[in-house]
C-alpha cells in the first residue's frame, strides 16, 4: 500500500511540474488517502503484536 501512495505522489509532482493542476491534486489526494489508510493498518499491526507465521 506504501508503494501506491509514493507511486501516486510521484505522478502528482510530474503533473504538477508539467502544469497540469486538476491532476495533481487528484493524485495527491489519493496519495494521502493510502498513506493514512498504510499508517492506520501499521498503527493496528504494531498494536496487536501478533507474529507473522513461521
Known amino acids: 500500500m506504501l ?3 509514493i507511486t501516486f505522489l510521484v505522478v ?3 503533473a504538477g511540474v508539467l502544469g497540469l493542476s ?3 491534486g487528484t493524485a495527491s489526494s ?3 488517502a493510502l498513506f493514512v ?3 492506520i493498518l501499521a498503527v493496528i499491526g504494531f498494536a496487536s503484536g ?3 507465521a513461521a
Open 3 to 5: 508503494s501506491w501512495a
Open 12 to 14: 502528482a509532482i510530474i
Open 22 to 24: 486538476g491532476v495533481a
Open 30 to 32: 489519493i496519495a494521502y
Open 37 to 39: 489508510i498504510f499508517v
Open 50 to 52: 501478533r507474529k507473522p
